[in-house]
């Protein structure tokens, strides 16, 4: 069974809103930073937003910030990220991601996430 495991990817016209959902099925990263990156086709991986382990911290990428929020419930171990008013230049797969820092504050370096999960596809129509 994957670590992580993301839902709530869909095909969303623009100005809609979207939740996705990250489930943590082993509850090994309660105690960790999680975030959300995408990659869009053609370019690179990108930070969405991230948060820390108690959910305290929070940072998001400037594209982002202002339409998304994220937040983590470590008694279902879930994080999840609501997306309103989409855009076209939203449309990307999604990826939640787990550090092994523990009691860590957020981060946003894709290079201090260790565990990925499979991805969802977000697709935002004009």
């Known amino acids: 069974q994957e670590p992580l495991v993301e839902s709530g990817g869909g095909l969303v016209q623009a100005g809609s809103s979207l939740t996705l959902s990250c489930s943590d099925s082993r509850g090994s990263f309660r105690r960790s930073p999680m975030g959300w990156f995408r990659r869009a086709p053609g370019k690179e991986r990108e930070f969405v937003a991230g948060?820390?382990?108690?959910?305290?911290?929070?940072d998001y990428a400037d594209s982002v910030k202002g339409r998304c929020t994220i937040s983590r419930d470590n008694t279902k171990n879930t994080i999840t990220l609501e997306m309103n008013n989409l855009k076209a230049e939203d449309t990307a797969v999604y990826y939640c991601?787990?550090?092994?820092?523990?009691?860590?504050?957020?981060?946003?370096?894709?290079?201090?996430?260790?565990?990925w999960g499979q991805g969802t596809q977000v697709t935002v129509f004009s």
């Open positions: 948060i820390g382990w108690n959910g305290d911290t929070k």
């Open positions: 991601a787990a550090t092994t820092v523990l009691w860590g504050s957020v981060r946003s370096d894709w290079s201090e996430y260790a565990y």
